[in-house]
């Protein structure tokens, strides 16, 4: 690894280990959605190695979020249906090769991803608005 390669990557380290836990989610929403579009470009390049394992990272952040969702809420069982959709979307675009089914996993985390920054930006101008 290179220099600037060991820089950049000691900055994405720091940068993750001093982040709020929202900015965390908001981080692997990005994640997942960047993973996806460069698996679709794997298979747009015929290169099956890359898109699997582009497509597997992706399916690893989705398996994160089902597993630190807090079930006693309602609403969060909800939520991880939809993650559930997402992941089964994922698999069934990484053994077949369906980017179709790639765009909609991405699609639905772009949307989970926009309500996500909204709610964040609400709670932080209500913590401004109280004076935290």
């Known amino acids: 690894m290179n220099a600037a390669n060991q820089a950049a990557s000691a900055y994405k380290r720091q940068q993750v280990m001093t982040a709020a836990p929202e900015d965390l989610t908001l981080m692997l929403y990005n994640g997942a959605i960047r993973f996806i579009n460069e698996s679709i470009q794997a298979i747009d390049k015929k290169d099956t190695e890359t898109a699997h394992a582009k497509n597997m990272r992706a399916q690893k952040?989705?398996?994160?979020?089902?597993?630190?969702?807090?079930?006693?809420?309602?609403?969060?069982?909800?939520?991880?249906?939809?993650?559930?959709?997402?992941?089964?979307?994922?698999?069934?675009?990484?053994?077949?090769?369906?980017?179709a089914k790639l765009e909609e996993a991405k699609e639905l985390l772009a949307g989970l991803r926009d309500a996500w920054c909204q709610a964040m930006k609400q709670v932080r101008e209500s913590k401004k608005a109280v004076g935290e």
């Open 61 to 99: 952040i989705m398996r994160e979020f089902m597993l630190t969702t807090d079930m006693t809420q309602e609403i969060s069982r909800k939520w991880v249906q939809v993650d559930e959709y997402i992941l089964h979307c994922l698999v069934q675009g990484n053994v077949k090769k369906d980017k």
